[in-house]
């Protein structure tokens, strides 16, 4: 398979083919409701004057089979980092080694950027994952707790403080 892929950076055009992975990844992920973002909103953020995040996309003939969507952090500790949002690749060419390229092209963008962090949230129960970053030498640490707060949260907290 590694002769009939290419890994570059996205492009405003591939932005709704972006959104069908990152549905797939939701479904994955056992939340196919929750994804919000639309196509404008990615074109805008992604591509427009104040660049939200760079995507990156693995294509064969011509169609985006995968894709990673990575962002600047600031640690209080480390100083700019980057934080990896998400990487999908297309539930039949999983296992290609289309991951492992978008996984190793995110690793060069960071290490390009001269952060001094690259990092990034993996669900528990994805083993496959776990199992590969640790084989990649990343550290899972899992005494750590991911913490959200929704928009009705945040407003319910607001209007009681």
């Known amino acids: 398979m590694n002769n009939l892929y290419i890994i570059r950076e996205a492009l405003k055009i591939d932005m709704p083919k972006v959104l069908k992975l990152i549905q797939e990844l939701a479904d994955f ?3 196919p409701d929750a994804v919000e973002v639309t196509v404008d909103q990615l074109e805008r953020d992604g591509f427009g004057p104040s660049k939200a995040f760079t995507c990156f996309v693995a294509e064969t003939e011509g169609d985006i089979v ?3 969507l990575v ?3 600031y640690s209080t500790w480390k100083g700019k980092t980057v934080h990896l949002e998400d990487l999908i690749v297309r539930n039949n060419l999983r296992g ?3 991951g492992s390229a978008l996984y190793t092209q995110v690793i060069k963008y960071a290490q ?3 952060v001094k962090r690259l990092e990034w949230v993996v669900l528990d129960w994805n083993e496959d994952a776990i199992k590969f970053y640790e084989r990649s030498g990343a550290n899972v640490m899992r005494d750590w ?3 959200q707060m929704d928009q009705k949260g945040m407003q319910d907290y607001l ?3």
Do not use: D, L
Request: no cysteine; proline share 0%; charged share 25%.
């Open 29 to 31: 992920e056992k939340e």
């Open 66 to 68: 995968g894709m990673a």
């Open 71 to 73: 962002y600047f952090r």
């Open 96 to 98: 290609s080694g289309i």
């Open 112 to 114: 390009s950027q001269g």
């Open 145 to 147: 707790y991911t913490v």
């Open 159 to 161: 209007n009681e403080n």
